[in-house]
């Protein structure tokens, strides 16, 4: 057995879902299904340690803020960042990036600022900003990307200069699966003042990512797309920076004490940042699924990535009528991105939704990217640890009988997902 084959084959029995469902399911990069591990990390909460957190005065509540300062201090480590404290658990990357557009971006940005994305976002590092940009009369630029989806580095420098305060960026693209080189980038924006914050949602299930080594100010990424579970993730920051954000909800475990006539204090950060009830067991089921991907192996996923993803990029080109979008083959992150001549995505979706097999189509949340490839949506593949040729073997089977319907007689333009 191959190197590349020996990672699915091992891991496949970890899935239960996979035995209970069958078919093929190649949309991960949506949210990837979650191993026994995740699973047992959740019951054992709640069956062992299940108590609110920071409030407790008794074992139980001791127990279960151990739980979740240790699932804190398990983030820290897998992002290489310096203290647990800079770890703020989220309900996803949706969630964090509106914690910090709303918390930072409202003090650091005014009238006649601006605020820089890329032209690959998905929307949620990008309408958080657009409204930001909106409601404070800042300008939103929009760094230029190439036909292949990557950014084009020299356009992004000459956006930036004193106006640019914050830079929203995504590590890997979620529909062509493009690694940017955000290590440069930051230190370019670094360089003009700007405060950076990276969406990793892409990135983190893919590869090591190392905050430190980024220099990223901010980086976040969601629990569901890393084998863990959904309603959790993480916004990572900079400890000087973090405690810069205006709460966005405040509430209960935030605070020293109120009274009716004080000001009110506030606890430092994270706890500031957390208002309310957190996802205890969702963080701690977290930082399973992260122990879960150490322990198969960075260097191991990497090679199973770029097997899978060239793989199927060989097998596609095979397909008359079937043209792979951008290189997903330079820069293997598990997404594979095509389209079918004359056939809507949706049509090619639902044809394979069909013969058992889950892909994602459309514009995956990333419209104003598939305007600049002129596209109406593409099919999405998007692969797993478990994933294998078989997986890409059958969805190739399938598109070989692929015929136009429905969306594309009756609305060859529509797109809205
Ligand atoms: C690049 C990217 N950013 C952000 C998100 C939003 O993640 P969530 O819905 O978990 O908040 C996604 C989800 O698809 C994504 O792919």
């Not at 020996?6 to 093929?24: E, K, M, Q, W, Y």
């Amino acid at each position: 057995m191959t190197r590349a084959a020996a990672l699915p084959a091992a891991v496949r029995a970890d899935f239960p879902i996979l035995a209970h469902r069958g078919g093929t399911y190649l949309d991960n990069a949506a949210t990837t299904h979650k191993p026994r591990a995740v699973l047992d990390a959740l019951t054992s909460y709640y069956t062992t340690t299940n108590s609110n957190v920071g409030r407790g005065y008794h074992e139980l509540g001791r127990l279960s803020t151990d739980a979740y300062e240790q699932a804190r201090g398990d983030v820290r480590a897998a992002l290489g960042a310096r203290h647990p404290d800079e770890v703020v658990f989220t309900a996803g990357t949706t969630d964090a990036v509106n914690t910090v557009a709303d918390g930072l971006g409202r003090r650091l940005v005014g009238p006649g600022d601006a605020v820089l994305v890329s032209g690959l976002e998905h929307n949620s590092n990008l309408l958080p900003w657009r409204r930001l940009a909106e409601e404070t009369g800042a300008d939103l630029l929009v760094a230029p990307v190439d036909e292949r989806g990557r950014i084009d580095v020299a356009g992004f420098a000459a956006l930036l200069g004193p106006r640019v305060r914050l830079v929203a960026i995504s590590h890997v693209s979620n529909v062509l699966g493009t690694v940017n080189p955000v290590a440069e980038l930051v230190a370019l924006a670094h360089r003009h003042g700007a405060v950076v914050l990276v969406d990793g949602a892409q990135a983190v299930p893919h590869r090591p990512v190392d905050v430190r080594a980024l220099d990223a100010d901010f980086y976040c990424f969601s629990a569901h797309k890393v084998y863990g579970p959904m309603g959790v993730g993480v916004l990572y920051g900079k400890r000087e920076l973090l405690a810069e954000l205006r709460p966005v909800r405040v509430g209960g475990g935030t605070v020293k004490g109120v009274s009716a006539t004080e000001p009110v204090r506030y606890v430092p950060v994270p706890a500031r940042l957390e208002a309310g009830t957190p996802d205890v067991a969702g963080a701690v089921a977290l930082a399973a699924a992260l122990a879960y991907l150490g322990g198969l192996g960075h260097d191991a996923v990497r090679v199973h990535d770029e097997h899978l993803v060239r793989y199927a990029v060989r097998r596609l080109s095979e397909l008359p009528g079937v043209r792979v979008v951008g290189a997903p083959e330079e820069t293997p992150s598990g997404i594979v991105s095509f389209v079918v001549d004359g056939i809507h995505p949706y049509d090619v979706g639902s044809h394979l939704d069909g013969r058992g097999i889950a892909v994602r189509c459309g514009v995956h949340c990333a419209s104003t990217f598939l305007d600049r490839l002129g596209l109406v949506g593409t099919v999405r593949a998007s692969f797993a640890v478990y994933n294998t040729e078989s997986d890409v073997d059958a969805a190739v089977d399938a598109l070989g009988s692929v015929r136009p319907g429905f969306w594309t007689t009756e609305h060859p333009d529509t797109r809205f997902l």
